[in-house]
């Protein structure tokens, strides 16, 4: 490792100064360079890693994984690990995609609505019967928009719809998931040989998340339902379809090429790292189709969960906000639109999350946390319940990309937590930053 390190050094100090990624640079673009070009002991940086992954992979808290390190711009680390499955067969390349689960929450539905919140066509002081006129006399009528986007709405965590479509006897109820295909169930569900009825998004789903309870007291529970909602209206607020406004407003033009949905349409398995073997829902090796349940009854297209992406095109979205809003020349944002969407919401109510985003714990907790303890308060990112972690820090100007897929074989592999891998990763490039300024 430590060999491996010195040459990359080595080769990308003679490269970068003379070469397009230094000329990038200059446009605020990611480039690649050394550790040290940017004040990190390179050695230290791989031997550490190293041995947190290490330790990882003979643990299996993973098959694999993919880690992306920026500063200022400037990707100083980005190296992938271990294999696709346990089976030791593929190894995980730089340009092999993730299910990214919740992160989809703030690079897609939180990403689209910041653009139509500074557009002027979609405001934060609305509430969800205003915005759904389907929710209009519901207990979520008058429900704050930023509450709901700060997860402080009093709405439940999570519907399991697939489960809540069931009988008893496990059989389905009447229009709702057949096994048989039909013009009344013309959908198949990604990653089954199950089909949904035409009308289970509206029918269903919509009308279980109206009738659902609301909390008692008002206080930061995290819940997904809103995002469920959420593309539904990007699409009426821009007169384009949900997936389309993300591409044509972002992916594409940040040239985040593998960064979507449904990866299947243009990468073919080899090149897509597989999460779960579902034995409770679609009974398949899941690979390729979204993780998770809720997303799959939206055909792969959701709010809350459903994106696909490698390290490197995930992070041009994040250093774009790092960057103001910008990237390569071309302004996605405002400033002001991505410091009032990153800044805690509730503090004072002991609920350290941003609309969308999700910030450092208030109080930090080593168990708790998924961080590092000397990332700033102006920080934010997400976690993806795969196993995946975003996190941008506009005061250091550092960007951390972790993905892996901790579900495979199974979702009750928690090693990754247990060994808190990702904060421990996130603290040792803090704590080089710290040793260099000493």
Known sequence: MRLKCILFSFVLSLIVPFGLIAQQSKMDTLSYVSPHKVNIDSVKLYSGIDSIITEALDSGAFPGCQILLAKAGQ???YESFGFHTYDSVQKVRNLDLYDLASITKITASTLALMKLYEEGQFDLHQTMGYYFPFLAKSNKDDLSIRKVLAHQSRMKNWIPYYSES???NGKYKRKTISADSSETFPYRIPGSDLFLHKNFR?????????KSDLYNEEGYVYSGL?????????????????EQYLANNFYKP????S????????YNLSQIVPSEIDTFFRMSKLHGVVHDEGAAVM???SGNAGLFSNAGDLAKVYQMLLNGGTYNGNQYLKPETIKEFTRCQYCEKDNRRGLGFDKPLIEYDSIKSSVAKLASANSYGHSGYTGTLVWADPDNQLLFVFLANRVYPSRTNRKIYQLNIRPRIHDLVYGLLEEEKE
């Open 75 to 77: 990707v100083f680390y």
């Open 166 to 168: 069931q009988r008893r």
């Open 202 to 210: 509206e029918d269903k789903i919509f009308k279980m998340i109206k």
């Open 226 to 242: 809103a995002f469920y909602l959420f593309p539904d209206l990007i699409e009426r607020l821009s007169g384009v379809p949900f």
């Open 254 to 257: 940040l040239e985040a090429n």
């Open 259 to 266: 960064l979507g949905f449904d990866p299947l349409k243009k």
């Open 299 to 301: 055909l792969g297209i």
